[in-house]
């Protein structure tokens, strides 16, 4: 059971960024999942999840209009393309497995954000 | 939000020793089906968190049975009840019970 991030670096301040997340070893398309960030030093903020099929999703205000979530269950993939990115948003992004009301029990690596001039 | 306050914010503890955290949430996690949604991870110095504890008090495989998980309604508890050295990290608490899910600020770890 594994998730592995992808697409992290450097991006100017209102520049966009898309981030990857590949699933493997569990079955993808019957999970809830997420991202969450962490920001250097800091502790962990919740910032979108979407439902099995792909038909939901929920954001946290602070990315609201901003970033959007999406996965392609063919491919076990999950998204996040992040736009009008701001100093704020500079984290490591982690995506995770939601099994149920959040409790994330895989997690992924993390990938790095930074935006910055 | 649901805003969660964790303390202490760091936690020095001799190794054998027990070790306690607090964490407090601003409205009951009691959900409508009756569950509390109230989730321990740790996170180790480098790495990636990892959830020890789901539904305030159900440990996951592979934790060890040193660490437990108790509380209700707005007050929760992680214990550990003897330190040992490869649990030097961040515990973090988590309700899940509402949008947005929100962590406690987390509490500090460290060996005396």
């Known amino acids: 059971v594994q998730l592995v991030e992808s697409g992290g670096g450097l991006v100017q301040p209102g520049g966009s960024l898309r981030l990857s997340c590949a699933a493997s070893g569990f079955s993808f398309s019957s999970h809830w999942v997420g991202w969450v960030r962490q920001a250097p030093g800091k502790g962990l903020e919740w910032v979108a999840h979407?439902?099995?099929?792909?038909?939901?999703?929920d954001y946290v205000d602070s990315v609201k209009g901003r970033f959007t979530i999406s996965r392609d269950n063919a491919k076990n993939a999950l998204y996040l393309q992040m736009s009008n990115l701001r100093a704020e948003d500079t984290a490591v992004y982690y995506c995770?497995?939601?099994?149920?009301?959040?409790?994330?029990?895989?997690w992924g690596q993390g990938t790095m954000v930074t935006v910055s001039s | 939000d649901v805003v969660m306050t964790q303390s202490p914010l760091s936690l020095p503890v001799t190794l054998g020793q027990p070790a306690s955290i607090s964490c407090r949430s601003s409205?009951?996690?009691?959900?409508?089906?009756?569950?509390?949604?109230l989730t321990w991870f740790q996170q180790r110095p480098g790495q990636s968190p990892r959830r020890l504890i789901y539904?305030?008090?159900n440990r996951d495989s592979g934790v060890p049975d040193r660490f437990s998980g108790s509380g209700s309604d707005t007050d929760f508890t992680l214990k550990i009840s003897r330190v040992e050295a490869e649990d030097v990290g961040v515990y973090y608490c988590?309700?899940?019970?509402?949008?947005?899910?929100?962590f406690g600020g987390g509490t500090k770890v460290e060996i005396k």
């Open positions: 409205q009951s996690l009691v959900h409508s089906d009756g569950n509390i949604y």
């Open positions: 539904e305030v008090s």
């Open positions: 988590m309700q899940g019970v509402r949008w947005p899910p929100t």
């Open positions: 995770g497995r939601d099994p149920h009301f959040r409790a994330i029990d895989v």
């Open positions: 979407m439902n099995p099929d792909g038909s939901g999703e």
